[in-house]
């Protein structure tokens, strides 16, 4: 059942990991200037935003407290952690890359990989650490177009 509801300082959560080594949330904070306008000008709601978006935020499970902030690159959409190799890996849908931090090392930006189009759901093999990345197609893409995988490996 529902344990309970925690209020975090952030706007729009999107994809979380539970980090079972540091026993803290990790979450998208994707920000988003769209949304915001929408509330403000279609919704015409008296909204104050609480995020500054692109960005991973640490949260403590206990209370809520957004602890760390990670940068993104733009548009962060989803995340995968590898405990075993302490590496998080972030789409950013809007930049098109999948950043990579080192989870052991302060949450370092280890890598920022350029991938066509739009990256979006990182699944891990666990195995070997190979991250695959679906790609979604643009608007420009012809209609009925296949979108693609990447696979990235990491050394």
């Known amino acids: 059942?529902?344990?309970r509801v925690m209020?975090?300082?952030?706007d729009q959560l999107l994809n979380m990991v539970f980090d079972n080594k540091a026993g803290r949330i990790l979450a998208i904070d994707q920000g988003g200037a769209n949304v915001d306008g929408v509330r403000q000008n279609l919704a015409k709601l008296d909204y104050q935003p609480r995020g500054v978006g692109n960005r991973v935020v640490v949260i403590n499970p206990e209370t809520g407290v957004v602890e760390k902030s990670i940068p993104t690159g733009t548009g962060p959409v989803n995340l995968a952690l590898d405990e075993q190799r302490g590496r998080l890996d972030v789409t950013n849908r809007v930049?098109?890359?999948v950043t990579v931090y080192g989870r052991n090392d302060n949450d370092r930006e280890l890598?920022?990989?350029a991938l066509p189009d739009f990256p979006n759901t990182p699944r891990l093999d666990p195995e070997t650490g190979a991250l695959y990345v679906s790609i979604k197609n643009g608007e420009?893409?012809?209609k009925g177009s296949n979108e693609s995988v990447a696979k990235l490996s990491f050394e």
Do not use: C, K, R, Y
């Open 1 to 3: 059942g529902l344990d």
């Open 7 to 10: 209020e975090v300082q952030a």
């Open 95 to 97: 930049s098109g890359t």
């Open 111 to 113: 890598h920022s990989i």
């Open 140 to 142: 420009q893409a012809a």
